[in-house]
């Protein structure tokens, strides 16, 4: 799996961007998928993750503000971020991972989202945002 992330950039605060994650050798529906970020001296945390069964899930600090989508035809992930704060300032990874939790029904296995790095197993290179007060 490979990933390339797109769409960062520098905003002041109550602005809006949309970075995308561009995914090559990867099978929809086969893996979760998840947005990170990382600020200089503090560790990576879980922004947004979507489920292969579809489902979401959110940092409190992101709720309502964020939403993660995809768009299976083109292999490609989003995070549209409205309302930005200068403590979203960070790099942002997208990723793609099957450990952690998961459920199989009809023989078909589904991984639930997760915000939750160790879940994840091949990451994007990041996209730096700014966001200016």
């Known amino acids: 799996v490979h990933l390339v992330e797109s769409g960062g950039g520098s905003v002041q605060a109550g602005g809006s961007l949309r970075l995308s994650c561009a995914a090559s050798g990867y099978t929809y529906n086969e893996y979760r998928l998840g947005w990170f970020r990382q600020a200089p001296g503090k560790e990576r945390e879980g922004v947004a993750s979507?489920?292969?069964?579809?489902?979401?899930d959110y940092a409190d600090s992101v709720k309502g503000r964020f939403t993660i989508s995809q768009d299976n035809a083109k292999n490609t992930l989003y995070l549209q971020m409205n309302g930005l704060k200068p403590e979203d300032s960070a790099m942002y990874y997208c990723a793609a991972g099957r450990r952690g939790r998961h459920f199989t029904f009809a023989e078909r296995l589904y991984l639930l989202p997760s915000l939750s790095p160790d879940d994840f197993d091949h990451w994007g290179q990041g996209t730096q945002v700014t966001v200016s007060s």
């Open positions: 979507i489920g292969s069964d579809d489902t979401t």
